[in-house]
């Protein structure tokens, strides 16, 4: 199976020797021509007219009243969870399955991450995982929801969309209404990914969206910050850009505010690079179809395919396979042959920092990380 897989992979990318990269960026476009320009007008910092455009182009491709360039998802997070009014001291609910800045991010803002269990089809939070928390655990106080055990607020839910694929953000979002528990979607794997036609990130107070080299639409480091709240998302803006007040020559900021704007030059690639955002994504699910074919043929084998309603931007495609065993021969081999293939994450509380941090027993999560294996999916145009 390995060896009609390498070949099927090879075939993807025209890669007869040379390594083959798991997500690698797609320079194709007019990337050279804009930043060029950056130098050539010499805006190359947080000034210049490539930050509107990328924000343009986001909200009208998102559908989201307002889209907030940041310098990278991990600090979009942040500034999302601050906003949202999680403070130092404070709880967060969010997944066991994710990359570590999600966790990071609000131990960054002050609070602390509980981590739950994930569903096995979506690999993101369970929605039942939330509601057995909160109902065995959290009692709804006037600021909110609190732990019984010890009265700390439960400040935010933060869920993350794994491999671009949706998790029950809808189900999450009403449980999240019924407790007055503020939702933050890490969505920064999943531009381009829609929910019954809404794009992530569109279900909660503020999505995420990461533009880190191996992401679909990368801006070298960035993010963008997504709501449907227009008042949010000028207070995402003023925040997010040290709470200047706008004036000719003088400097006065009137809030604790986060210097965490996009440069011009990186919002440069973005704006390229979103030229060809539907050519990006029509390729990307192309060979997602062909690895869906390629191990709907494999006897224990499983293509992690998007969920019910979901239209997928598969960032990452993986597969499930039958054991650690198996995922571990996987893994060596196939990176042995140059293929670029990896595991997801460690689970959160596998990691030092977070390791008494567990919200419940996170089964389906570690049977997940123990057995899927993502391979390369990255567009194939730039080889044309």
Known sequence: MLDRLATLVRRFYSEPEGPIPLHAPVFSGREKEYLCRCVDTTFVS?????VTRLEDMFREFCGAAAAVAVV????????????????????????????VATANSVRHAGAEPLFLDSDPDTLGMSPKALRAFLEAKAEICPDGPRLRADGRRIAACLPMHVLGHACRIREIAALCERWRLPLVEDAAEALGSTLDG?????????????FNGNK???TGGGGMLLTTDPELGARAKRLTSTAKRPHPWEFFHDETAWNYRMPNVNAALGCAQMERIEDILADKRAVAAAYRD??????GMEFVDQPEGCRSNFWLCSVRTGSRAARDAMLERTNTRGIATRPLWRLMTDLPMYAGNAGDGLDTARDAVERVVSLPSGPRWRRA
Request: proline share 2%; charged share 10%.
């Open 46 to 50: 947080s000034v210049g007219e490539y």
């Open 72 to 99: 990278n998802g991990t600090c979009g997070l942040t500034a999302a969870l601050g906003m949202v009014g999680v403070r130092p001291g404070d709880l967060v609910l969010t997944q066991g399955l994710s990359f």
């Open 198 to 210: 809404r794009h992530l990130g569109l279900f909660g107070s503020i999505g995420v969206l990461s």
């Open 216 to 218: 679909t639409v990368t």
């Open 294 to 299: 390629f191990f709907a043929a494999e006897a």
